[in-house]
């Protein structure tokens, strides 16, 4: 794992906030998931931190609907963990070879940790959810970012997908949790 997680957050300038990722790094102290996959992986450091994580029989899939950052490369993150198996997609989930690939990654793999930091639309974070959601596994951990539910109750919908998806997802029963004290806000919850 990386050691210094906070200076390894704030030097690659990441748009995350360290009290919701301290949280989440206590909770995957517990689930210890062998499956991560995270869309909206462009600047890398949450998949670096979260995949660095991963046993050696680990998978990690990171997707993004935009090229990756120039100051790192697929072969210099893949030295950073090299027993872990893992890929970088560009084009996110609404390219269906990107989608392809992703399932061809999983097979018959179920996904232990699921991170959606997309591209934050109604329709971009729905679609993470009905491409991937069905691949976590019972008890699995999904977590949500940019999560703004007071925005969504004040009636705007541009850039809250996380919270239109959580309130979908609550009407149906899912026990949604939100990280507390977060400059950016985070949902998360285990799939029944």
Same mark, same amino acid.
């Given at each position: 794992?990386?050691? $210094?997680?906070?200076?390894?957050? !704030? =030097?690659?300038? &990441?748009?995350?906030?360290?009290?919701?990722?301290?949280? #989440?790094? %206590?909770?995957?102290?517990?689930?210890?998931?062998?499956?991560?996959?995270?869309?909206?992986?462009?600047?890398?450091?949450?998949?670096?931190?979260?995949?660095?994580?991963?046993?050696? $029989?680990?998978?990690?899939?990171? !997707? =993004?609907?935009? &090229?990756?950052?120039?100051?790192?490369?697929?072969?210099? #993150?893949? %030295?950073?963990?090299?027993?872990?198996?893992?890929?970088?997609?560009?084009?996110?989930?609404?390219?269906?070879?990107?989608?392809?690939?992703?399932?061809?990654?999983?097979?018959?793999?179920?996904?232990?940790?699921?991170? !959606? =930091?997309?591209?934050?639309?109604?329709?971009?974070?729905?679609?993470?959810?009905?491409?991937?959601?069905?691949?976590?596994?019972?008890?699995?951990?999904?977590?949500?970012?940019?999560?703004?539910?007071?925005?969504?109750?004040?009636?705007?919908?541009?850039?809250?997908?996380?919270?239109?998806?959580?309130?979908?997802?609550?009407?149906?029963?899912?026990?949604?949790?939100?990280?507390?004290?977060?400059?950016?806000?985070?949902?998360?919850?285990?799939?029944?």
């Amino acid at each position: 794992m990386i050691t $210094d997680w906070r200076k390894h957050m !704030i =030097d690659k300038s &990441a748009d995350q906030c360290l009290e919701g990722t301290a949280f #989440i790094l %206590s909770l995957l102290d517990t689930l210890k998931p062998k499956v991560y996959v995270e869309t909206g992986c462009a600047h890398l450091a949450t998949f670096e931190l979260y995949h660095s994580l991963l046993p050696e $029989d680990g998978l990690a899939i990171g !997707i =993004d609907l935009r &090229a990756y950052e120039p100051w790192k490369t697929y072969e210099q #993150i893949a %030295s950073t963990n090299k027993y872990s198996a893992f890929s970088l997609y560009s084009n996110g989930l609404q390219n269906l070879e990107t989608t392809r690939r992703t399932m061809t990654d999983l097979l018959n793999r179920s996904i232990d940790f699921l991170f !959606i =930091d997309g591209d934050h639309s109604e329709k971009g974070v729905q679609l993470d959810w009905n491409i991937l959601g069905p691949k976590v596994r019972s008890g699995g951990l999904v977590v949500l970012h940019d999560y703004d539910p007071s925005a969504f109750k004040r009636g705007v919908r541009d850039g809250q997908g996380a919270a239109i998806l959580c309130d979908s997802l609550a009407k149906q029963g899912y026990d949604i949790k939100s990280i507390k004290n977060t400059k950016i806000g985070t949902a998360y919850f285990y799939k029944p």
